[in-house]
């Protein structure tokens, strides 16, 4: 055996027993990493400051994104997601109980009030009888579009459904207006071909409307039951690693970019 050889060896012996005692360079402890469901678009953006909050603290979000409701519950109650975040209580709820998820809420995130739309009248007041409206398909954001329906005056719904009427609980509709159910994610595509439309913040600054400035009327911002959170599966609820994912996102970084970009469209919601 050579001395080259030998001293070579012994030097990657020693190396990998220094390594072994200091652990990663500089002392510094591996990232943890989880996969982290989002809808794509602007919650996506906020996502992107949170994760530069949370790589300071030692956790990589890999951010996993969708474009509608239907997949990241399945996704996290299968294990191919570590965590998400999109929906509110009503949503979760909904799908709870058509599918019996073990998921729970461990953080409030934001709040992005539902608004209406219409390309064809310049007001609430002013859509005609037998105006035919879109509203979402899914239980709890069609409930939460009919609610808002009813607090401006256009219809009434059984008091005794709480937040997911649907469109066979309306009691009073003075127009006669017809809905149209329709995926959440399609109804800007259909704006045009309604005489308006329920539209969910994210679908309507995705297709350009504005709801300072385009919506009818819109979801008060106080007291609002439509707050999104992060989600996990219930036996994970407790670990570590998800608290430091709450503290990333709920950071003043965090609520600094989307007080300073979105203009109250979309709000804090810790």
């Known amino acids: 055996m050579s001395t080259y050889k030998l001293t070579r060896r012994r030097f990657a012996g020693a190396a990998l027993a220094l390594a072994f005692l200091l652990g990663p360079v500089g002392g510094a402890l591996a990232a943890e990493t989880i996969k982290l469901g989002v809808i794509g678009g602007d919650e996506e953006r906020i996502w992107e400051v ?9 956790l990589d979000i890999e951010l996993i994104s969708f474009s509608d409701y239907a997949i990241p519950n399945e996704a996290l109650e299968k294990g191919d997601l570590d965590a998400n975040a999109f929906q509110h209580k009503p949503y979760l709820d909904s799908q709870i109980a058509a599918r019996g998820y073990k998921i729970v809420a461990i953080g409030y995130t934001l709040v992005a009030p539902i608004a209406f739309y219409s390309k064809k009248v310049k007001a609430f007041a002013d859509l005609p009888q037998g105006a035919t409206i879109g509203i979402p398909n899914d239980p709890s954001n069609g409930g939460r579009g009919l609610k808002l329906l009813e607090a401006n005056g256009l219809i009434k719904v059984k008091a005794d459904k709480g937040l997911l ?14 809905f149209k159910e329709i995926d959440a994610a399609q109804i800007p595509n259909l704006l045009p071909d309604l005489d308006g439309a329920v539209i969910n913040t994210n679908y309507a600054l995705g297709a350009g409307l504005s709801p300072r400035t385009d919506a009818l009327v819109q979801e ?4 609002n039951p439509y707050g999104n959170f992060i989600a996990v599966r219930e036996a994970d609820k407790d670990k570590p690693v998800f608290k430091k994912l709450v503290a990333a996102y709920q950071n003043q970084d965090v609520a600094d970019f989307i007080n300073a970009n979105f203009k109250g469209a979309i709000q804090p919601a810790w």
């Open 50 to 58: 949170a994760k530069k909050v949370a790589a300071k603290g030692g």
């Open 165 to 178: 009427p649907t469109v066979l609980d309306v009691t009073d509709n003075p127009k006669n207006v017809q």
């Open 220 to 223: 008060s911002r106080t007291g």
